[in-house]
């Protein structure tokens, strides 16, 4: 496995949408399958099926013109249950992060995407929320990636004032009073997110830091006229992952447990990291 620091991979991760049209090359290939055998199930649980395929041998993945020159796709399954987006998000994300940490290039794809052959080898209770390509980032132009890029202002991030809290969401905290969860929440807000909208918020208490979920208005309207993936609750599982391997980077070992407590100014508590001695 690599050393290379995983914060400095998060720092650096963008979208990839136009690759070299090579394979990548076999370790890679290799150890990236392994990784995805062993993603078998989230931090809350719910089982999981990853595996990294070959456009040519398994069929096409489609994604609308919005990847070009990508051979290989990182495709997952997901058992429904109530934290499997967020189990997904951050077991998915880890791959990825591996990826990028080899000097490849990958992109969430979570509404531009068909699920091609892979819709027949669902089991029972399964669904397939997002796919990813892996590959060669490739040099130049990509008109679909700058577009996207620039409807998305996929460059930004929200202010810390509008994610980092105390008390349970309800006090906004300053940067400087972050402490040792500075790097770890930092690293999460870089973090990907559907659309870029960042629904992710932070609540740092005495020993744990709690994620919550900000829901996007137009995502909660989505989710009860169509019939999409969660994509939000995918989000948070992203951040809680960029989080995690910012926190083990910076020695501060913990474990995710899920909070049920009710909303609480507009944000839905959904995990809290707790320190382990
Ligand atoms: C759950 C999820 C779904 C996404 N779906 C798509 C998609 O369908 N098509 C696309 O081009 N980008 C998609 N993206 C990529 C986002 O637009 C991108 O992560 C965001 O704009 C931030 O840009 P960055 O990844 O370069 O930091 C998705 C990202 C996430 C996390």
Same mark, same amino acid.
């Not at 096409?60 to 495709?75: E, M, P, S």
């Not at 029972?124 to 996207?148: K, M, N, W």
């Given at each position: 496995?690599?050393?290379? %620091?995983?914060?400095?991979?998060?720092?650096?991760?963008?979208?990839? +949408?136009?690759?070299?049209?090579?394979? @990548?090359?076999? *370790?890679?290939?290799?150890?990236?399958? !392994?990784?995805?055998?062993?993603?078998?199930?989230g931090p809350f649980?719910?089982?999981?099926?990853?595996?990294?395929?070959?456009? $040519?041998?398994?069929?096409? #993945?489609?994604?609308?013109?919005? @990847?070009?020159?990508?051979?290989?796709?990182?495709?997952?399954?997901?058992?429904? =249950?109530?934290r499997?987006?967020e189990d &997904?998000?951050h077991? &998915?994300?880890?791959?990825?992060?591996? !990826?990028?940490?080899?000097?490849?290039?990958?992109?969430?794809?979570?509404?531009?995407?068909?699920?091609?052959?892979? %819709?027949?080898?669902?089991?029972? =209770?399964?669904?397939?929320?997002? #796919?990813?390509?892996?590959? @060669?980032?490739?040099?130049? &132009?990509?008109?679909?990636?700058?577009?996207?890029?620039?409807? !998305?202002?996929?460059?930004?991030?929200?202010?810390?004032?509008?994610?980092?809290? $105390?008390?349970?969401?309800?006090?906004?905290?300053?940067?400087?009073?972050?402490?040792?969860?500075?790097?770890?929440?930092?690293?999460?807000?870089?973090?990907? %997110?559907? $659309?870029?909208?960042?629904?992710?918020?932070? %609540? #740092?208490?005495?020993?744990s830091?709690?994620i919550?979920?900000?829901?996007?208005?137009?995502?909660?309207?989505?989710?009860?006229?169509?019939?999409?993936? *969660?994509?939000? +609750?995918?989000?948070?599982g992203?951040?809680m992952c960029?989080f995690e &391997?910012?926190?083990?980077?910076?020695?501060?070992?913990g474990n995710w447990s899920p909070l049920? $407590?009710? @909303?609480?100014?507009?944000?839905?508590?959904i995990a809290e990291w707790k320190?382990?001695?």
């Amino acid at each position: 496995m690599q050393r290379t %620091s995983m914060i400095t991979v998060m720092n650096h991760r963008h979208s990839c +949408r136009h690759f070299q049209p090579k394979p @990548i090359p076999l *370790d890679q290939i290799h150890e990236l399958q !392994a990784m995805a055998h062993h993603a078998q199930k989230g931090p809350f649980g719910t089982p999981l099926r990853m595996a990294l395929h070959h456009q $040519s041998e398994n069929g096409k #993945v489609g994604t609308y013109g919005t @990847i070009r020159g990508a051979q290989h796709y990182l495709v997952g399954t997901v058992q429904n =249950g109530p934290r499997a987006m967020e189990d &997904f998000g951050h077991q &998915f994300h880890r791959i990825l992060l591996h !990826a990028e940490a080899l000097g490849l290039g990958t992109c969430w794809l979570g509404g531009t995407f068909s699920q091609g052959i892979f %819709s027949q080898e669902l089991r029972e =209770g399964e669904f397939i929320p997002a #796919v990813s390509p892996i590959g @060669i980032p490739a040099e130049g &132009f990509h008109l679909v990636d700058q577009a996207t890029r620039f409807v !998305a202002q996929s460059h930004k991030r929200l202010p810390e004032e509008k994610l980092f809290f $105390s008390h349970h969401f309800s006090k906004p905290i300053s940067s400087q009073d972050l402490e040792q969860w500075h790097a770890p929440l930092f690293a999460a807000r870089l973090a990907p %997110s559907a $659309s870029n909208r960042q629904p992710w918020r932070f %609540s #740092v208490e005495r020993h744990s830091v709690q994620i919550g979920l900000h829901r996007h208005p137009m995502y909660g309207a989505m989710l009860k006229t169509a019939k999409l993936a *969660d994509l939000q +609750r995918m989000d948070i599982g992203i951040a809680m992952c960029q989080f995690e &391997f910012a926190a083990r980077e910076q020695r501060i070992p913990g474990n995710w447990s899920p909070l049920s $407590s009710p @909303i609480n100014q507009g944000i839905l508590p959904i995990a809290e990291w707790k320190v382990v001695a």
